[in-house]
């Protein structure tokens, strides 16, 4: 639903429905069957040596299964964001737009074949859930496209300390408008996430201000997706035909109705015209990497929920702020990124705060 280059996905996602269960179980799980089931035995030393395989393959089979899923999700995560920063930094792409656009276009294109074949199951897209939802997509397009110019100007690394600010605005937003209440570990890690930011931004020695500007408007709109997908979503079920709405509809809903959206503002950016004399699209290598990062935006969709199913909500948080840790660092020394000390540990320290923040609000919800 939401790109990792975007922070991840809300919470509102992170727990398996049983729709969602369902269709993750269909297509990532299944019994193995040994040879020679079907022949009645008589043998009760056969019967027990299967059993004894049986006993021992099971916890194997979930230990397996949970750590690749994890390693999937990490990977496909990490190499999302690296990607689209190779095709706007390595290729030197101008066109952000164009980007999100043709990465929609493989999505939609993947989840609807997936759909016609019976391998996952979306809700149809009526009218009545087009209205509903189209506010909300409006948002999601404005925090692609945000999240992409940022990206352009702004080295991996400060990028993940940038988002956290998405945390801190996210926080105020559920206390004035849920009237949820945090404790004051959480308000400790949003300070030292706000901290960690300052100090960042002063010490980049490849500081950009309109890349940290489109970043900051990034943060304000992830944060206002979270909380208004929170009130569309019950409204929503209710316009559905089956009463819910799966991470695979979402999906292919946001992704559908950014298309038009996107193709209006490709000529309000005139990116029209920079495309048409580009030589970047008469590279048939440059198409390859724009598709992987298509391929790897859905990737993200299909491995979150994988990864939801072998493990947990807090398990599958407690990961993806851990994992921005490799992120920043990969990004560092695969873009030969200048940086001084004092840089260095304030990226880290955002990191860190990263960690602390997700641990305290898993605490939370344990004691809720």
Not at 23 to 42: C, H, N, T, W, Y
Not at 47 to 64: F, L, Q, T
Not at 283 to 294: D, E, N, R
């Amino acid at each position: 639903m939401s790109r990792e280059q975007n922070g991840g996905l809300c919470q509102i996602a992170s727990p398996v429905g049983g729709g969602r269960r369902e269709i993750v179980i269909r297509s990532f799980s299944g019994a193995k069957s040994f040879p020679g089931e079907d022949i009645d035995l008589e043998d009760g030393k056969v019967a027990k040596d299967r059993e004894k395989i049986s006993r021992c393959y099971r916890p194997v089979k979930i230990h397996n299964q949970a750590l690749l899923s994890g390693l999937a999700y990490c990977i496909s995560s990490c190499s999302m964001i690296l990607v689209n920063k190779f095709v706007l930094s390595g290729y030197d792409f101008n066109a952000g737009i164009s980007l999100m656009l043709y990465q929609n276009l493989v999505s939609v294109i993947i989840v609807s074949a997936l759909s016609l074949f019976g391998v996952i199951s979306t809700e149809p897209l009526t009218w009545k859930l087009i209205k509903v939802w189209l506010p909300v997509n409006v948002i999601f397009v404005g925090m692609l496209i945000t999240s992409i110019f940022s990206l352009k100007n702004i080295n991996v690394a400060m990028v993940t300390v940038l988002k956290n600010v998405t945390n801190v605005i996210t926080a105020l937003g559920e206390t004035y408008l849920f009237q949820k209440h945090h404790g004051n570990t959480v308000w400790a890690a949003l300070f030292l996430m706000i901290i960690s930011a300052i100090s960042g931004g002063i010490t980049d020695l490849s500081f950009h201000a309109v890349g940290y500007t489109w970043q900051i408007v990034n943060c304000f709109l992830t944060a206002s997706y979270s909380l208004t997908l929170r009130r569309v979503m019950d409204t929503a079920k209710q316009v559905t035909k089956s009463g819910n709405l799966n991470e695979f509809s979402m999906v292919l809903l946001n992704n559908s109705l950014s298309l038009p959206l996107g193709i209006l503002l490709v000529f309000a950016f005139d990116e029209v015209d920079y495309l048409s004399k580009t030589p970047l699209l008469r590279m048939p290598m440059f198409w390859l990497v724009m598709t992987l990062s298509g391929f790897l935006g859905l990737a993200i969709s299909f491995t979150t929920m994988w990864f939801l199913h072998q493990t947990g909500a807090t398990t599958y948080s407690l990961v993806g702020s851990l994992n921005k840790i490799p992120l920043s660092f990969a990004g560092i020394i695969l873009f030969k990124v200048p940086i001084t000390l004092e840089n260095f540990f304030s990226i880290l320290f955002g990191l860190l705060a990263g960690v602390i923040f997700t641990k305290a609000k898993m605490r939370e919800r344990s004691q809720s």
